[in-house]
């Protein structure tokens, strides 16, 4: 599932926006002229070196330069997937917000964002690859970026105990709002770097970024510099080690993102079952339950634990409830607008068709228009995968959403784990992102990677998304919530007699 992908710019997303610089050691009110200020780290996940960050806070004149690079190898089967973040930010001294370019790197793809600050808020203009789009946003003053964190917090001089709260704007995480961010110093406590045990002062932040809490820990010395950071995320811990430039870039060990997230199942399902009943178990403090959908219905037994019933589908139109426009609209990842993907279905004769014979004819065009099923690119839209003609589940659930809204059906991403029976032919449970269309009174499962709009109870729903967001933050945060430390069980089936 190519969703994933999107984990690992989050993850660098979150660096800068976790505030890797917790201080400099100079009068803020008047920096030195040029860079005061360097870091390097060493980015680890569960213990294996998956790449660095690298912070510049540079002095020009009137205005505060920060520099930030991010550098991210994560395995995929016997390949690897190199991500690589670029941002610039400019602060006047006393930390008023002037602009931000932030350059982001997966494979051949690369999404450039322009941020230009106002009185009123920002103007942002995004480009990837041959699509740009710009929006007007408004901000709430009073948000801190990367110098103006810094400075509040050298100026505040926290004590252990004392807390100090901000609102942090990290476009690429969330575009349209800031997020609360707070700080809070824990006191003076060794920590151990390279075997050995070194005094620091402690300091605990909370993101809050959506439904979801993000909690860091921090150890710094007296000057600010970074010690260690640990963040943990699902069931991955993220530790952050200061370091050195050379040390920094060297020596990487990037787990397999793809594999280590499969999820044995207990047995088989059966081909002809109608209906199965799953135990999902999850190790994490689930923050929002597993939804119910027109074919899924949960039943919680605590706070990780679920009781899931799945239905094999069945494609009916019925109903006329209203239903949110922005499931009607294109997006910068849903982007039928464009003439490649008015071409696959205006000769499809849709017209003539009934609604249920309709999404039939769409799964079958997003289907064959993906002639090449793989993982080998990086995440499309649903025009680049019409002229790529290669993708897996993730395009094929993009161009069914752009397909389905350019027929005039609600359409929207879901995604969760699907069966299927891996190279040894174990049963499992995988990762995995398709569309749900709105019938007038639900919403129903249709797969176009598996060719079908009557899916088989195969499918465990745990989040849906308008995909109107192109960083998919919160979807992505969904899913986190499960990655690593989820079990299922097939604990009942029917079948078709």
Request: net charge negative; hydrophobic share 35%; proline share 6%.
């Amino acid at each position: 599932m190519k969703f994933l992908l999107y984990l690992p710019a989050l993850l660098l997303s979150l660096m800068p926006a976790a505030g890797q610089t917790f201080g400099v050691d100079i009068d803020v009110d008047d920096p030195p002229e040029g860079i005061f200020s360097e870091e390097w780290s060493e980015m680890y996940i569960n213990g294996s070196k998956v790449g660095y960050t690298h912070t510049v806070l540079e002095r020009q004149g009137e205005e505060i330069l920060t520099l930030e690079d991010s550098f991210m190898k994560m395995g995929r089967g016997d390949t690897a997937i190199t991500t690589i973040s670029t941002s610039k930010t400019r602060e006047k001294l006393d930390g008023t917000p002037i602009s931000m370019v932030s350059v982001n790197r997966e494979g051949q793809r690369t999404k450039t964002q322009r941020v230009k600050f106002s009185p009123d808020g920002a103007h942002v203009e995004t480009t990837d690859n041959t699509r740009s789009w710009s929006r007007d946003i408004e901000l709430d003053p009073g948000f801190v970026l990367s110098w103006s964190y810094v400075r509040e917090l050298e100026k505040r001089n926290l004590q252990p105990g004392e807390t100090l709260e901000n609102q942090i704007y990290v476009p690429d995480l969330v575009l349209d709002r800031t997020l609360p961010v707070s700080t809070t110093v824990i006191g003076e406590e060794n920590v151990t770097v390279d075997g050995k045990k070194v005094p620091s002062t402690k300091i605990q932040q909370t993101l809050q970024l959506g439904f979801l809490p993000l909690k860091l820990t921090a150890w710094i010395e007296t000057d600010g510099t970074l010690l260690r950071m640990n963040m943990p995320l699902g069931g991955m811990d993220i530790t952050l080690l200061g370091s050195d430039e050379a040390r920094a870039k060297s020596s990487f060990s990037p787990p397999d993102l793809f594999t280590n997230t499969l999820i044995p199942l207990n047995k088989a399902i059966p081909d002809n079952a109608e209906t199965v009943t799953f135990l999902v178990q999850s190790n994490g403090n689930i923050v929002e339950g597993l939804p119910d959908s027109a074919y899924q219905s949960v039943k919680r037994i605590d706070q990780g634990t679920f009781e899931v019933t799945v239905q094999r589908g069945e494609l009916q139109f019925a109903g006329n409830s209203p239903l949110d426009e922005v499931y009607l609209q294109p997006s910068p990842l849903v982007d039928f607008e464009d003439p490649a993907i008015a071409e696959l279905i205006e000769n499809a004769g849709l017209d003539e068709l009934s609604p249920e014979d309709r999404v039939r004819e769409l799964v079958r065009i997003a289907d064959e228009a993906i002639s090449i099923k793989s993982m080998d690119m990086g995440f499309a839209t649903a025009s680049e995968t019409v002229a790529l003609s290669e993708g897996d589940c993730t395009e094929h659930a993009l161009l069914l959403t752009a397909l389905g809204r350019a027929a005039g059906i609600p359409t929207r991403g879901a995604s969760g784990v699907v069966y299927f029976l891996d190279a040894d032919g174990q049963p499992t449970m995988g990762y995995h992102m398709w569309a749900q269309f709105w019938n007038g009174s639900q919403w129903l499962d249709i797969d176009a990677a598996f060719g079908t709009a009557e899916p088989a109870p195969i499918r465990i729903l745990f989040s849906t998304t308008d995909l109107m967001d192109p960083s998919l933050t919160e979807d992505v945060l969904t899913l986190s919530q499960y990655l690593g430390q989820t079990q299922i069980k097939v604990s009942s089936v029917s079948v078709d007699r």
